[in-house]
């Protein structure tokens, strides 16, 4: 029977349309992750609609980390990249140094897959819907700073969507602790670090993005931090819109 | 005399001819990340620096280069990717106003003569397109420019150590003057003039003059597009404006810079997250929050337990004709690979293909042996073994053994 098995990989699983819980990671552990110290999630800031321009745009922050997000659509869309019965969607994502490389459309993807699971894209076929991220400042749990700013464009957007998603990112320290949202320090001396886009409805994983070795047991008890973190963010989501809305409704 | 003749003409923001819409100046958390906003137009800069060789040319003068973007976000007509004629028209202005004028002393940028000097990198992406881009851009620019540190630089005889933040204090750059672009539309033939159009009147103006000036009213740069012919006297009185507008922002940026520097003395707070803006109603903030975790090792342990058991260790590689190996059994081996064998024998790649679950498939190509490493063995949905082909091309059974 294997013991303490440590997974080394890096994945990035997109379950589309089928979220479930990921227990499909099976080796029985038993090495123990202490989880004395509550984590704990930096102050984050949201402000809707300040670009005049886009169809729905949105500036979220995490601590220090700010993402900048504009959609358009739904919009005419190019013969060749349209799609009969559903909406196309374009995740764009800007650098603040230099031109968008390989990382940055690994996260395009990310926030695609997402976003795709969670639009009523078959409302709009033959339409396209731009994304794009722009990175204002970057120290720490950027994808998941990505996903939430996403949300909350696509939100102010006015787009149809059948549950909203919010990212939340949780590294593993070299002392087993379990971190959340954590800076861009805590990221770089953690021995793993992972990324959950977790549903509204339901609190299912919709995609996740690790780096790193971890066990199976650790990769579970993120997904539960995850999952409990999540309630905050659904919670701030909430309270911006009644915010918003509290003078015309 | 000539005059605009504007009585009956009234702007759509409710702006009179020579009025500039309110300008806003910000920065971010790190040193030379700067944004502005001209009216709704919205844009952020954010300089960088590396070290590099010089040109050979110059071996004593650093380089500066700059970079607009559009971004897709600024307007539904930029697209990733093309190259447009307006984003030509914008960097090669901005360099002209930058780089030309040599505000920026590049020969205080050179660390070892002809071998390093600091070249400074200039991105500006434009975030929303409301009109008069290159005004907003040269103002984003040329502040960036003035809030950035460069590291230090230590020389010991031979040996030069860079200095990071946390060692030593950067140190800014040495600018000698600030060139700020102004903007004049004309429409109807030069008869009416507009500073500072915005989208909608810059889409049905006849021709635009540009103007790039410093505080000391020293003329950087000046660009007439459109075709439009314009008299020596119209000329003359757009630069008297040009030099009002120029020494108003100049003090702006000034102040901007100041209160910025103030804010990181005293250790307060500062970047773009504390310029969200509290009391506008589409923006919300809250505080450090804790996350629960009081149950989530009794979940885990739960959901662990209740997987299943992973399937036994795959058996080790089996060769099955000369060049091949297979890991896995179960499927026939439909590579038809007696005949191809003979064929590809010049061939000297090595492709070794895994499928993992779900037809999530990983690719290695490796020199003469892959290394058979599993990264994780996963759980298969349907019965029914899984088995991996390797095939070697052009190698004796001899090599591929070992």
Partial sequence: MPSSLSVQMTTQISYVKSPRQSSSFLFTSTMDVCASSSPTLREFGCEQNLLSRPDGSSSFVQGDTSVLAGVYGPAEVKVSKEIYDRATLEVVMQPKVGLPGVRERAREQCVRETCEASLLSTLHPRSSLTLVLQVVHDDGSLLSCFLNSACMALMDAGLPMSCLFAGVTCAIDTDGQVITDPNAAQEKESRALMTFAIDSTERRVMMSSTRGSFTVHELQQCIAVSQKASDKIFQFYRDSVRRRYSKTL | MWEPKLKYCTRLDGRQTYDYRSIKISFGTDYGCCFVDLGKTRIMAQVSCELITPKENRPNEGLIFFNIELSPMASPAFEMGRQSELLVKLNRQLERCLRNSKCIDTESLCVVSGEKVWQIRVDVHLLNHDGNLMDAASIAAIAALCHFRRPDVGIQGEEVTVYSTEERDPIPLSIYHMPICVSFSFFQQGTYLLVDPCEREERVMDG???????????????????????????????????????????????????????????????????????????????????????????????????????????????????????????????????????????????????????????????????????????????????????????????????
């Avoid at chain 2, 896995?328 to 679950?357: A, F, I, P, R």
């Fill in chain 2, 208 to 402: 635009l003059l540009m103007i790039a000036m410093n505080k000391h009213r020293e003329i950087c740069s000046i660009q007439s597009s459109g075709g439009i012919m314009l008299l020596k006297d119209q000329v003359l009185r757009c630069s008297k404006i040009a030099s009002v507008k120029v020494s108003e922002i100049t003090e702006l940026i000034n102040k901007a810079l100041e209160n910025d520097k103030k804010a990181r003395k005293t250790g307060g707070k500062f970047g773009f997250a504390e310029s969200l803006p509290q009391e506008r109603i589409t923006a919300l903030k809250t505080d450090v929050s804790h996350v629960e975790m009081s149950d989530v090792k009794e979940k885990a342990n739960e959901i662990v337990q209740r997987a299943e058991v992973p399937p036994q260790t795959v058996p080790s590689p089996v060769l099955t004709a000369p060049g091949t190996g297979q890991v896995g059994e179960g499927l026939e081996n439909s590579w038809g690979l007696k005949e191809e064998e003979e064929e590809e024998e010049e061939d000297e790649t090595v492709e070794l293909k895994m499928e993992l679950e779900e037809g999530h498939e990983e690719k290695g190509r490796g020199n003469y042996l892959p290394k058979f490493c599993f990264p994780w063995v996963s759980e298969t949905d349907s019965p029914g073994p899984r088995s991996v082909c390797a095939v070697f091309y052009g190698h004796s059974l001899q090599d591929s053994t070992e």
